[in-house]
């Protein structure tokens, strides 16, 4: 299942999360080689020069490659819960047209799971809080407090001005941390289960050489922190997942796709990852009737949205 | 929706494939055909009321005889603006609840007055009221007395709901504002407009990032290098005992790399804040111009005779309750259009009206006013005809 994407008007990268996250494999990698540079040069002695030879090299590289993996699932999971900022006021109500429904499913990191929308159209209005100035422009295009630049987005399909809704799945959050926490602690069991293949080796051999032991130790941390990263994302995943069916244990949901008018309460923020602002997450939608609200003049969209809004038709599709 | 036509009858029959094509599968613009959003986010109650706000931000004309409240003096209905002083009157509330499958027990109902006009910004308290409302089409009313202040002077009934699971807390607030009074020929009658931003425009606070963020430090940076003291242990004091020379090299390890942190992410924060600055520069100046179109203090005012037919369900044809009705006599307020001054807390323009001379129907006014382009309030005129 897809999510729904949303295109600049001008300029904005939507990539721009990735960049970050690259900053950190790059530094973990750097910080793995220097480790294992300093274990390796342990081993081979300091006072000849620090060479190591094709075995340093070796275990250079594979702890560089931990250090890369540490650093993805690090610095992902500092990246994850750093990327949305809250804007002020925190929270908005807007009303319009799902120009686009979704959601995100899949395996995190490649999918967050999270229920994603496109809501404009020409109904598309704030309904809350009706202070001066806090247009929609403002709605779509305000830079949130501490943050770098938002840019405007309209709908990929339909070409109109748009904000991009989220409902927030616990799978991603779960999951980042799972990652995480799996990660270091293959590194660790990975040093662990070095040492004791070398000592197992080292007993059928009689002795194997202190560096060769080093480069078993380095491949162990390397696969087994991929591993662990795998095994707590995972994890992570399961368990979001189940928080998720939790949530909902008492109440099953509904379904909505394009073309259905909806209000959405949420906290309004600008998502550094994405350069551009969101309702994110979002904490009640009203389904306030399915039409051809992409295509019809708002004029009679509107006067729906208000009658339910007063109370005088209900929420939800005519049965 | 090309990805989608080319999606389309491809259904991988494998497990793997599947999952491959889960992974691969980019993010369609189109998204999916639908979605099942989570009940708990769906269905929730609504408590509502005739919110004069919601209706004027969703550009429907309003009344403002609200029909969700009544004030009564033995049983017959009155208008706010000619209360008499010391007087206790009946008010009653009906709220509504647009959800079709939560009840919205608990709400709570703030009844307030504030000084006759629009924008009055100084609120009251009359009571707290609790109602219990049922799936609509179920109505609550709830009622309490209100004894009107010993000094003289002129009301707006204001009520507004709040409830913990507010499935829209956008439409919980009306007004009850009306006046009556006989008019032959032409009458002019001061209106109070309030200023809303007395104390100035809300602020803008945006931007200025990106600045250092404390737990990427030390729940990031930091936590790297003591993994790298963890690895690094054999370097640690060689007198210490193998527990404790690996908690010394993990410590150091997370200082060291807690302070190299707060370093990088400065200077990285730095540099992306200059690279930033001439597009956001010419950002902000594009979002300044774009908000001195409506300065907070500009007023803006118009007048209408719309009458809202109230009935709910299929009766409710919004194409026909909205429909806009334009003043039925010759009516205006003058100014209709001015600027607050700094520090203005309100101004009284006068709306004229030329109600014909002969006995009739009486007239019907509505004086919607905006500020900075916002609702802010408004009051409903009944002009009588006393004529021969």
Redesign the interface.
């Known amino acids: 299942?897809?999510?729904?994407?949303p295109?600049f008007v001008g300029?904005g990268d939507k990539d721009a999360g990735q960049g970050r996250v690259l900053?950190?494999v790059f530094?973990?990698a750097a910080?793995g080689a220097?480790?294992a540079y300093?274990?390796a040069a342990?081993i081979g002695g300091l006072l000849s020069g620090g060479t190591v030879g094709l075995l340093g090299l070796g275990i250079v590289f594979f702890g560089a490659v931990a250090g890369a993996e540490?650093?993805f699932a690090?610095?992902w999971?500092?990246n994850w819960?750093?990327r949305l900022?809250t804007?002020?006021p925190a929270?908005i109500?807007l009303?319009g047209c799902v120009l686009?429904?979704?959601?995100?499913?899949?395996?995190p990191p490649?999918?967050d799971n999270d229920?994603?929308?496109?809501l404009g159209g020409p109904s598309m209005?704030?309904?809350?809080p009706?202070?001066?100035?806090?247009?929609l422009?403002?709605i779509r295009?305000?830079?949130?407090?501490?943050?770098?630049?938002a840019f405007p987005v309209v709908?990929?399909?339909s070409g109109q001005q748009a904000l991009h809704c989220e409902?927030g799945s616990h799978i991603g959050d779960y999951a980042a941390v799972g990652g995480a926490v799996g990660a270091?602690a293959g590194?660790?069991a990975g040093?662990v289960i070095g040492a004791i293949i070398c000592a197992a080796i080292g007993l059928a051999t009689f002795g194997i050489g202190a560096l060769i032991c080093a480069l078993i130790v380095a491949i162990a941390?390397a696969v087994a922190t991929a591993v662990g990263y795998f095994a707590g994302d995972a994890v992570g995943a399961l368990t979001g997942y189940i928080a998720?069916q939790l949530?909902?244990f008492?109440?099953?949901?509904?379904?909505?796709?394009?073309s259905c008018l909806m209000?959405f309460?949420g906290r309004w923020i600008t998502d550094?990852s994405h350069q551009h602002n969101e309702i994110h997450d979002?904490?009640?939608?009203?389904?306030v009737e399915c039409n051809d609200c992409i295509n019809a003049l708002g004029?009679?969209s509107?006067?729906?949205?208000?009658?339910?809004?007063?109370?005088?038709?209900?929420?939800?599709i005519d049965p | 929706?090309e990805a989608s036509r080319k999606d389309k009858g491809r259904r991988p029959k494998s497990k793997l494939c599947r999952?491959w094509h889960?992974?691969k599968?980019?993010?369609?613009?189109?998204?999916?055909?639908?979605?099942?959003?989570?009940?708990?986010?769906?269905?929730?109650p609504?408590p509502?009321?005739?919110?004069q706000?919601?209706?004027m931000?969703?550009?429907?004309p309003v009344t403002w005889d609200n029909p969700d409240v009544s004030i009564f003096l033995g049983g017959v209905e009155q208008y706010t603006y000619n209360l008499t002083v010391g007087t206790t009157y009946d008010v009653a509330i009906t709220v509504?609840?647009?959800?079709?499958?939560k009840p919205a027990n608990g709400t709570v109902v703030d009844v307030r007055w504030i000084e006759f006009g629009a924008g009055g910004q100084t609120r009251h308290h009359i009571a707290t009221l609790a109602a219990n409302v049922p799936v609509?089409?179920g109505?609550a009313v709830v009622n309490t007395p209100w004894r009107t202040p010993d000094v003289p002077g002129h009301y707006c009934i204001e009520v507004e709901l709040s409830h913990p699971d507010?499935?829209?807390?956008?439409?919980n607030r009306g007004w009850n504002n009306t006046q009556v009074y006989a008019a032959h020929s032409q009458v002019t009658r001061p209106i109070r407009i309030f200023n809303?931003?007395l104390k100035g425009?809300?602020p803008?606070?945006?931007?200025?990032?990106?600045?250092l963020?404390p737990?990427?430090v030390f729940?990031?940076w930091a936590?790297?290098g003591a993994?790298?003291g963890?690895?690094?242990k054999?370097?640690g004091p060689a007198r210490l005992p193998p527990l404790l020379r690996v908690a010394t090299t993990v410590a150091i390890g997370y200082l060291i790399f807690a302070l190299l942190g707060l370093l990088a992410e400065s200077v990285?924060a730095w540099i992306?804040?200059s690279r930033?600055r001439a597009?956001?520069d010419a950002?902000h100046a594009r979002?300044d111009e774009?908000?001195q179109r409506?300065p907070?203090n500009l007023v803006e005012i118009d007048v209408d005779s719309y009458v809202f037919q109230?009935?709910?369900?299929k009766g409710?044809d919004?194409?026909t309750?909205?429909r806009g009705k334009p003043a039925v006599w010759p009516a205006r307020v003058e100014p209709s259009r001015f600027l607050f001054a700094a520090g203005e807390a309100h101004r009284d323009v006068d709306f004229i009206v030329d109600a014909p001379d002969v006995r009739g129907d009486p007239g019907l006014f509505n004086v919607n006013v905006r500020?900075?382009?916002?609702?802010s309030g408004g009051v409903t005129i009944t002009v009588t005809r006393e004529g021969p």
């Open positions: 299942m897809a999510g729904c994407e295109n300029a900053g950190w530094g973990g910080l220097v480790v300093l274990n342990a540490l650093g690090i610095g999971a500092v819960f750093d900022f804007q002020n929270t109500t009303t686009c429904a979704g959601k995100n499913t899949g395996f490649f999918n229920w994603t929308f496109n209005a704030l309904l809350a009706l202070d001066a100035g806090l247009t422009d403002e295009n305000r830079d949130a407090p501490g943050n770098g630049p709908d990929a399909n409902i270091v590194a660790i040093a941390i998720d949530d909902d008492d109440d099953r949901g509904e379904a909505i796709h394009r209000n309460t550094s979002i904490a009640s939608a009203q389904l004029e009679s509107e006067g729906l949205i208000a009658a339910v809004g007063i109370g005088r038709h209900p929420t939800g | 929706m999952i889960v992974i599968n980019p993010k369609t613009p189109c998204g999916d055909p639908c979605v099942v959003i989570p009940g708990h986010i769906l269905h929730k609504d509502c009321i005739y919110d706000f919601l209706l931000a969703m550009n429907q509504h609840n647009s959800s079709r499958l609509w089409p109505t507010d499935g829209n807390p956008a439409n809303q931003y425009c809300p803008v606070d945006e931007g200025h990032g990106p600045t963020r737990h990427r729940l990031g936590v790297l993994l790298a963890f690895f690094l054999d370097f990285f992306k804040r930033n597009a956001t950002k979002d774009r908000r409506t907070c109230d009935t709910v369900g409710f919004p194409a309750v909205f500020q900075g382009g916002m609702p």
